[in-house]
């Protein structure tokens, strides 16, 4: 501080020109400029916070199996009494699919965070301990789409199917061996088909429809595991993370559970008499390629440039923006694209 107070003030105001020009922005992307220190602390605090919020989660999964793990002890110790019934194991039955549905629907929020969490992960944290040195080119992109518009990562078929074979299956199985037990050995044990039947009855409900219905509902259960292995849209699991196809194409290789092509892309077209300096706006404050093109309004007969963007969803508020500072008598019309590639967006060479 001493030096600059010493120095001319021409001489102060250019070195603290210089000084600025040389200082180490990581993040000036949008018009923000960030430092280095500043823009690693705030991801370190925003990592803690999403472990944090994971955890949370992650804690009451295991809160509804334990649900479910006690009122099956409870059913079966009490069906298995002197004047039990089998009626409440099958209503146990119907409560531990609730809590199976109560769980999934955890399961897909602790999903949401443990995404985040693995992106940060994978491409931020693991990309500085190894060359190049530097986080993988759309993860800041992919993460601020997830903060802007959240949504499941996974779909509720798989987040059942993952938790049927993680917990549920066992405790279906268990309770569907109680009951079987349960009906063959009390009140004596029976080896007639006849009699076997006759006990799983319910009131006016013959005992081969439910003997039907309950295999035929722990078939389905079965099945969905099965189905859903195939299923791999979470993040958190400890998986191989590679598409198949990286074994035929190494140089491909990719997180599996990266959502990069299912990112939303859009198509703006800026219908504007200022053409160059739209343009140049977007060309310098967001770095995104414009593509001019001619055109007539037919009210008037006077032509009226169009301006064509390919953008992600993210970008949209910016190019508003920068559209209604330059000319504010402009259209800007936003169309959501099925594919772009080339570069910025998916790069050809990736495609078959």
Same mark, same amino acid.
């Given at each position: 501080?001493?030096?600059?107070?010493?120095?001319?003030?021409?001489?102060?105001?250019?070195?603290?020109?210089?000084?600025?020009?040389?200082?180490?922005?990581?993040?000036?992307?949008?018009?923000?400029?960030?430092?280095?220190?500043?823009?690693?602390?705030?991801?370190?605090?925003?990592?803690?916070?999403?472990?944090?919020?994971?955890?949370?989660?992650?804690?009451?999964?295991?809160?509804?199996?334990?649900?479910?793990?006690?009122?099956?002890?409870?059913?079966?110790?009490?069906?298995?009494?002197?004047?039990?019934?089998?009626?409440?194991?099958?209503?146990?039955?119907?409560?531990?699919?609730?809590?199976?549905?109560?769980?999934?629907?955890?399961?897909?929020?602790?999903?949401?965070?443990?995404?985040?969490?693995?992106?940060?992960?994978?491409?931020?944290?693991?990309?500085?301990?190894?060359?190049?040195?530097?986080?993988?080119?759309?993860?800041?992109?992919?993460?601020?789409?997830?903060?802007?518009?959240?949504?499941?990562?996974?779909?509720?078929?798989?987040?059942?199917?993952?938790?049927?074979?993680?917990?549920?299956?066992?405790?279906?199985?268990?309770?569907?061996?109680?009951?079987?037990?349960?009906?063959?050995?009390?009140?004596?044990?029976?080896?007639?088909? $006849?009699?076997? @039947?006759? #006990?799983?009855?319910?009131?006016?409900?013959? *005992?081969?429809?439910? +003997?039907? !219905? /309950? %295999?035929?509902?722990?078939?389905?259960?079965?099945?969905?595991?099965?189905?859903?292995?195939?299923?791999?849209?979470?993040?958190?699991?400890?998986?191989?993370?590679?598409?198949?196809?990286?074994?035929?194409?190494?140089?491909?290789?990719?997180?599996?559970?990266?959502?990069?092509?299912?990112?939303?892309?859009?198509?703006?077209?800026?219908?504007?008499?200022?053409? $160059?300096?739209? @343009?140049? #706006?977007?060309?310098?404050?967001?770095?995104? *390629?414009?593509?001019? +093109?001619? !055109? /007539? %309004?037919?009210?008037?007969?006077?032509?009226?440039?169009?301006?064509?963007?390919?953008?992600?969803?993210?970008?949209?508020?910016?190019?508003?923006?920068?559209?209604?500072?330059?000319?504010?008598?402009?259209?800007?019309?936003?169309?959501?694209?099925?594919?772009?590639?080339?570069?910025?967006?998916?790069?050809?060479?990736?495609?078959?």
């Amino acid at each position: 501080m001493e030096d600059h107070q010493s120095a001319k003030p021409g001489q102060a105001n250019s070195s603290a020109t210089d000084e600025e020009a040389t200082q180490d922005f990581v993040w000036t992307f949008r018009g923000y400029r960030l430092r280095a220190s500043e823009f690693t602390t705030a991801m370190v605090h925003f990592f803690r916070a999403e472990v944090q919020r994971a955890n949370v989660w992650r804690q009451r999964l295991d809160t509804t199996t334990n649900w479910a793990v006690v009122t099956t002890g409870a059913a079966i110790s009490i069906a298995f009494a002197e004047t039990g019934n089998h009626l409440v194991i099958l209503i146990n039955l119907i409560l531990v699919t609730i809590f199976l549905i109560i769980e999934a629907r955890r399961y897909r929020y602790y999903e949401l965070w443990a995404y985040r969490v693995r992106l940060m992960e994978t491409d931020f944290f693991a990309a500085m301990l190894v060359p190049p040195f530097h986080p993988s080119p759309d993860w800041a992109e992919t993460l601020s789409e997830n903060l802007l518009h959240p949504h499941f990562p996974i779909s509720n078929l798989e987040a059942i199917g993952r938790r049927l074979r993680r917990n549920f299956l066992y405790i279906y199985g268990i309770v569907f061996v109680a009951w079987l037990s349960r009906l063959w050995l009390i009140p004596t044990p029976t080896s007639s088909w $006849q009699y076997f @039947a006759q #006990r799983a009855s319910l009131g006016p409900i013959s *005992g081969e429809f439910i +003997l039907f !219905g /309950v %295999g035929a509902f722990m078939a389905s259960l079965l099945l969905i595991s099965l189905y859903t292995i195939t299923l791999h849209e979470a993040a958190g699991e400890v998986l191989p993370r590679f598409f198949a196809e990286a074994e035929a194409h190494p140089h491909r290789r990719r997180a599996w559970f990266r959502p990069s092509r299912r990112r939303p892309q859009l198509l703006t077209l800026i219908i504007t008499d200022q053409q $160059q300096a739209v @343009a140049d #706006r977007i060309l310098k404050d967001m770095r995104r *390629g414009v593509t001019s +093109l001619p !055109g /007539v %309004g037919m009210y008037t007969g006077a032509p009226h440039p169009i301006l064509m963007c390919a953008l992600t969803i993210t970008e949209v508020p910016k190019l508003k923006e920068l559209v209604a500072s330059t000319d504010s008598k402009a259209f800007v019309i936003v169309i959501p694209a099925q594919e772009v590639l080339g570069r910025g967006f998916i790069p050809l060479e990736d495609e078959d």
